[in-house]
């Protein structure tokens, strides 16, 4: 998300650092739900030991996942106010907003419910939001029906981009819990299960099944991150699937090249201070003026595109920014300082 969102100039961006324009997908929409699902992944390795029959849930933990969900909530509401905190229009929704809403819910229907109630939940999420979408009468002046409902219950607080509706808005979270859900399934299922051959084969074809049946779906239901439609769920939840699995196999079973990827565990780490560093950084470096323009103008224009093509010089920005990120996170890394929340 990093990479993505900090390019020299978003004139000179490559394909594949973008998002689709509406509907299609790029490996930049993967982004998202990837984090999402491996949430719901995570949450299952978690609370495992509260599922078995003779355990009672403390009324603790419930409160740790309010807790924790309101405090990822309130980091969002934060990062979007951040530097000016101008609240009449602050917006609401946002990338932290949604996991937290995920992460609450998720939490509390593992808890409470069994796999099978669970699996019912992520097919009726998935099949309510197709019907609604499609088939519930748009009022005149909207486009759909996402941005009707988030004009009616968050005007002046939307996405500056869009203002009449939020990527994050009220009804497409919907289909982010089922997601969500589905590495809530993956996690209990095959992360924290006996890994049989049978099992990785029978996870292989449900990986390829959620793409193919995403891809199929797509023709009535057009993938589509900005409204995370139902295709759009099955088709990055089978591809997080397979991408899991080969990360498994080539990382914990076979050890190949474990080394180059330590500094996405010192990244992962830290998850929520590198995102929040990286916005926090990001705003102040269009803040603080040089010559005119913004720092974060003024180091493209200066220190990249006099000697770089332009895409070329744009890529290398954001790895450049990527890279200073990393240093902080590495240093935290190795003095053991992980911000949990």
Same mark, same amino acid.
């Given at each position: 998300?990093?990479?993505v969102? &900090?390019?020299g100039?978003?004139?000179?961006?490559? @394909?594949?650092?973008?998002h689709?324009s509406?509907?299609?997908?790029t @490996? &930049?929409?993967c982004v998202?739900p990837?984090?999402?699902?491996?949430?719901?992944v995570s949450?299952?390795?978690?609370?495992q030991?509260?599922?078995?029959?003779?355990?009672?849930v403390?009324?603790k933990?419930?409160?740790k996942?309010?807790?924790?969900a309101?405090? *990822?909530f309130?980091?969002?509401l934060?990062?979007n !106010?951040?530097p000016y905190?101008?609240?009449?229009?602050?917006r609401?929704p946002?990338?932290?907003?949604?996991?937290?809403?995920?992460f609450?819910?998720?939490?509390?229907?593992?808890?409470?419910?069994?796999h099978?109630?669970i699996?019912? &939940?992520m097919t009726?999420?998935?099949?309510?939001?197709?019907?609604i979408?499609?088939?519930?009468p748009?009022?005149e002046?909207?486009?759909?029906l996402q941005?009707?409902?988030?004009?009616?219950?968050l005007?002046?607080h939307?996405w500056? +981009?869009?203002?009449?509706w939020?990527?994050?808005g009220?009804?497409?979270?919907?289909?982010?819990v089922?997601?969500?859900?589905?590495g809530?399934?993956?996690?209990y299922?095959f992360?924290?299960g006996?890994? &049989?051959?049978?099992?990785?084969?029978?996870?292989l074809g449900i990986?390829l099944?959620?793409?193919?049946?995403?891809?199929v779906?797509?023709?009535i239901f @057009?993938?589509?991150k900005?409204?995370?439609t139902?295709? =759009?769920?099955?088709f990055?939840?089978?591809?997080?699937i397979?991408?899991?699995?080969?990360?498994?196999?080539?990382?914990?079973k076979?050890s190949?090249?474990?080394?180059?990827? +330590? @500094?996405?565990?010192?990244?992962g780490?830290? !998850?929520?201070?590198?995102y929040? *560093?990286s916005?926090?950084?990001?705003k102040?470096?269009f803040?603080?003026p040089?010559?005119g323009?913004?720092?974060?103008?003024?180091?493209?224009n200066?220190? /990249?595109l006099?000697w770089?093509d332009?895409?070329?010089?744009?890529l290398a /920005?954001?790895?450049? /920014?990527?890279?200073?990120n990393y240093?902080i996170?590495?240093?935290m890394?190795?003095?053991?300082? =992980?911000?949990k929340?």
């Amino acid at each position: 998300m990093i990479l993505v969102n &900090t390019p020299g100039s978003w004139n000179y961006v490559y @394909p594949p650092l973008l998002h689709a324009s509406w509907n299609g997908i790029t @490996p &930049t929409d993967c982004v998202f739900p990837f984090f999402i699902f491996i949430m719901g992944v995570s949450i299952s390795l978690s609370l495992q030991k509260y599922r078995t029959d003779d355990v009672d849930v403390p009324g603790k933990l419930y409160k740790k996942i309010v807790q924790r969900a309101l405090i *990822l909530f309130f980091i969002g509401l934060f990062l979007n !106010a951040f530097p000016y905190f101008n609240l009449t229009s602050l917006r609401i929704p946002g990338v932290l907003q949604r996991i937290a809403i995920v992460f609450l819910v998720c939490s509390v229907l593992y808890l409470k419910f069994s796999h099978r109630t669970i699996l019912w &939940t992520m097919t009726g999420l998935l099949l309510g939001y197709w019907l609604i979408v499609d088939y519930v009468p748009v009022p005149e002046g909207h486009d759909h029906l996402q941005g009707w409902l988030d004009h009616t219950l968050l005007r002046g607080h939307l996405w500056s +981009q869009t203002k009449v509706w939020d990527p994050e808005g009220v009804l497409s979270t919907l289909p982010a819990v089922a997601s969500g859900i589905a590495g809530l399934v993956f996690g209990y299922s095959f992360v924290a299960g006996e890994k &049989t051959g049978l099992q990785y084969y029978l996870w292989l074809g449900i990986g390829l099944t959620g793409i193919v049946i995403g891809l199929v779906w797509d023709l009535i239901f @057009p993938i589509n991150k900005s409204l995370w439609t139902s295709s =759009f769920v099955l088709f990055t939840s089978g591809t997080a699937i397979l991408f899991y699995m080969m990360l498994h196999w080539v990382l914990d079973k076979k050890s190949i090249f474990k080394i180059y990827f +330590q @500094p996405f565990v010192h990244m992962g780490s830290n !998850a929520i201070a590198a995102y929040t *560093l990286s916005i926090i950084l990001v705003k102040l470096l269009f803040l603080i003026p040089v010559e005119g323009v913004s720092s974060y103008g003024w180091i493209f224009n200066h220190l /990249f595109l006099p000697w770089l093509d332009p895409y070329m010089a744009s890529l290398a /920005f954001a790895l450049g /920014f990527l890279a200073i990120n990393y240093l902080i996170l590495l240093a935290m890394y190795k003095k053991s300082i =992980f911000i949990k929340i």
